[in-house]
Structures are given as C-alpha cells and as structure tokens.
C-alpha cells in the first residue's frame, strides 16, 4: 500500500488492536456461563485470528480458520449444546484457585519460553534457513505448482496430510460412533413417530429464496477454492468444509429429512472413507510404477508421460498427484463434516421430539 | 485523478467506519431484539458497501475492484437475510417487540408477554 497513510505504522497497530482482542474475548469465553454467548464469542474469536493470520500474510491458514474456526465449527457446537444444558454449573472460586495457579504456571512458562522464539520474519530462524528455504528454492523446479504451501502440503510433506486426512475421518467416525450417523432420526421420523416440521421452516419464503440462490454459488466457490489452491490460497481443506456448509445450510433452511433424502448418511460415510482411499491410492499407484509412496514423479507410467503434451517442460506426475490427493482431501473432509453434522442434528431432532413433542421452539433461549 | 480517487475512497473508508460504530452502539444501547437487529444490520448492509465501495477507490479501478463488488453483492444477498431470520426467530419464539404487538406470522402469535430484552 503506497499512500499518504504510509508513514503510519498501520501493521504495528492494526497487530496491536487484534491482538487485544483476542485477549478480551479469551477472558470474555472463559467467564460467560451461557453456553450459547461462549460458542458464538469463540466464532468471532476465530474471525479475529483469521484477520490476523492475514496480516501476518499467511492466507492458506488464515482462510481455514475462517471457514473451519468461525464457520463449521459454530454450527457443529450449536447443534452440539441442543443436547445439553445452555448454562454451565457455577463453580465456588475455592475450586478455581488451583487449577487457576497451574494455568498461571503454565502460562508463564510459555511467555518465558517465547523469549526464545525467532522474530517474526527472521531470515536466520531454524524454519527459514534450512528446509523452508529449500521449499521456496526447489518447488518451481521440483512441482511447478504457483502456491507453495500447496506444494509443500501435498507433495513434499504428501505424508503428513495423509495423516491429517485420516485423523479427521477417524474424528469423524468416533462422532458417528457417540452419537450414530443420524439415521435414526431419519427411520424415526418416515415411521411417523416424531413430528415431520421440527425444524422445517414453512414461512420462512426469504431464508429459502436465499438459499436456493446461494448453495450452488457455495458449491461454485468450492471447486473454485478446490482447483485454485495450486495457484492461490485454497485447497481441499477449505473447500471440503465449503461443500459440507452448503449441505449445512439446506439442512438448516429446508430441514433434516429434506437434506438426508438429497444427500443420504450411508452415502456422505462411504464418500468419507473413499477420500481417504483415493489419496492412499494415489501413494500405492506410485509404488507401483516403480517410486516410493506418494512420490508423484512415478504417477504415470514412464511410457505415458513422456507422451503428455510439453512434458518437458510441465511436471504432470506432480501436477496430476497434487490434484487427485487434493480430490481425496475434498471427498474426506466434506463428507465428514456432513456425517457429523448428521450426528449432531440427528440427535437434537430427537431430543426436541423428547422434551417438547408439539413444542416447536425446542429448549433453547 | 487517481491521487483524488484514493481521498475520495479514504473518506467513504471512514464513512463506512462510522456507520459500523453507530452500529455498534446501537446493537449496545438499543431497548429490545429488534431495534438491535435493526442496529446490526446498518453494519452489514451500509457500512460494509461504504467500506468496500472505499476500498475499491483505494486501490484503483482493477481486478480487484471487480472482486471487492462481487463480495458486496454476497454481502447484499446475505446479511438483510440474516438479519431477517434473526428477526423472525426471535418473533416465532414470541418475543414482543418494545414498541407495541404485530400479527404478521398466521398462526405464531406471541402468547408470552415477555419483553424482548434477552441477549
């Protein structure tokens, strides 16, 4: 930005004022007793460390913690507190103080061990000097991808995110297996033993206007961030969770049934699952043509790609690796999000049935 | 040109600003539900196409501009619908707005005579 605001420290302040807010609103989570002002004081927390994260021009981070901090994640909890009660206990401060005093240690010791810590940008720290600096060197060569933090994701640290793929399907899972895969309620309800408009909204004509206009561009935006992440920030991550608020979103607007009718829980698991299979696929069909696991070098047979157009100038083992593991993310993290969300919702359809049979406005103040 | 441009979007930055605080306040000050509903909304609607109107002047008429009005447009489509839901919630589960009863809903007549003042 060259203007005549340059001369301003603007970064410092702007670091400044967020980092303050951070802080008022941790304190402000840790005292609210209303459950339902501490998860939406935790969706603006996430909005704030996403703002952050942006001036601090680390985008890929930033746009997951908006999307997975400030987004999913409110809709899960709040679907998670119709289960339970919205006010926490009241605590005597007697049974505070030592947990309290083990916090303040710990926090200390964290602010201490800070000191240590490289400045921000520094040239000489451990993450910019060795292997960061050979990322930034070597991806133009090596994969050719435009992003990166693309590159380093899904190819040179390819291992690792299998990982995390497989971490959020078993999180998934372990949801599923708490609080079933919703279908329960679906059974329920087309058997005719609970109320069909728990949460179907008859007159809400402008939510479903609104939503009939907005899930496919949702959708749109989410093969958008999918196939753009190896030139900009994006990626499977970000767009997975995309894809599942859309499907959120018209569970919320036009209800459960309608939502688990178009997008079946049997079929939102097997997706989970098929994700993570496509991307340990893509590893074992390296090894098959000869390379190591996820090495994407070997990801077509040495024949093919010698016959893909300019290959001598285009990695299209890396190019088409990247892709299909970034495919795999997608599959696992929207269809799991959506399971989730079923286990959620599933269960709070029941427990509105439960308390309030003909009463529609559920427990919830 | 581009010099005037750039003040121009500083102010209508500031403006916007303004519209938010006002926002807030109101979203702080105002006696029940949905005045504050109507407070908030000021900032998502007016406030947000200040700033991103500014912020396009700012940066000068480029791609990013084209970006900047389509996020406006979402914002268009999307916060008057919040806020909408937001009112309409609040009214199904029968809160009485401050200023006085309306019948808009058929068949979600507010029967409690709560007042609206929850937060």
């Known amino acids: ?365 | 040109m581009v010099e005037a441009l750039y003040w121009i979007g500083c102010g209508l930055t500031l403006l916007g600003a303004l519209l938010t605080v006002v926002g807030a306040a109101g979203v702080l000050r105002f006696p029940d539900v949905y005045t504050r509903i109507h407070a908030a909304s000021i900032t998502d609607t007016g406030g947000a196409t200040l700033l991103l109107l500014g912020l396009g002047l700012m940066s000068g008429l480029q791609f990013a501009t084209l970006k900047l009005v389509i996020v406006w447009a979402f914002i268009m489509l999307t916060s008057p619908a919040a806020a909408h839901a937001l009112a309409n919630a609040a009214y199904a589960s029968g809160l009485t707005p401050w200023i006085g009863e309306f019948r808009i809903i058929k068949g979600a007549t507010p029967d409690a005579k709560k007042t609206g003042n929850a937060s």
């Open chain 1, 1 to 365: 930005m060259s203007g005549p605001l340059a001369m301003l420290d603007v970064g410092a302040i702007i670091n400044g004022v967020l980092l303050v807010m951070l802080v008022v609103l941790m304190c402000a989570i840790a005292r609210v007793r209303n459950l339902l002002t501490a998860i939406l004081l935790m969706g603006v927390y996430s909005l704030v460390m996403a703002v952050w994260l942006t001036v601090m021009d680390a985008a890929d981070v930033a746009f997951t913690e908006a999307v997975v901090g400030a987004g999913v994640s409110t809709v899960v909890l709040l679907g998670a507190i119709l289960l339970t009660r919205s006010e926490t206990a009241a605590i005597s401060w007697k049974a505070m103080i030592a947990p309290g005093l083990a916090v303040l240690v710990v926090g200390g010791l964290l602010v201490f061990a800070a000191q240590d810590l490289p400045d921000f940008g520094d040239p000489a720290s451990p993450a910019n000097a060795y292997v960061g600096k050979l990322y930034l060197e070597m991806t133009g060569g090596d994969i050719g991808a435009a992003n990166v933090v693309t590159a380093v994701l899904g190819s040179y640290r390819g291992f690792d995110t299998l990982g995390e793929t497989t971490v959020i399907f078993a999180a998934g899972l372990g949801v599923a297996l708490m609080l079933g895969f919703g279908e329960r309620a679906m059974s329920d309800r087309e058997r005719g033993r609970m109320p069909v408009n728990v949460s179907a909204g008859e007159d809400h004509v402008v939510l479903r206007v609104m939503a009939k206009l907005l899930i496919p561009l949702i959708v749109l935006y989410a093969f958008y961030v999918q196939f753009h992440g190896d030139l900009g920030p994006g990626g499977g991550f970000q767009a997975g969770v995309i894809m599942a608020v859309a499907v959120i979103l018209h569970a919320l607007v036009f209800g459960l049934d309608a939502t688990m009718h178009a997008v079946r829980p049997g079929v939102a698991r097997a997706i989970a699952a098929l994700g993570v299979l496509v991307y340990a696929g893509v590893g074992i069909a390296n090894i098959v043509h000869g390379g190591t696991f996820l090495n994407y070098d070997y990801l077509f047979p040495p024949g093919v790609e010698a016959r893909l157009p300019d290959a001598a100038h285009h990695n299209w083992g890396q190019h088409f690796g990247i892709m299909a593991i970034e495919a795999g993310v997608l599959l696992t993290v929207a269809a799991t999000m959506i399971t989730v969300f079923y286990g959620f919702a599933g269960r709070s359809a029941e427990a509105v049935a439960v308390v309030g049979g003909d009463d529609t406005h559920g427990q919830n103040p």
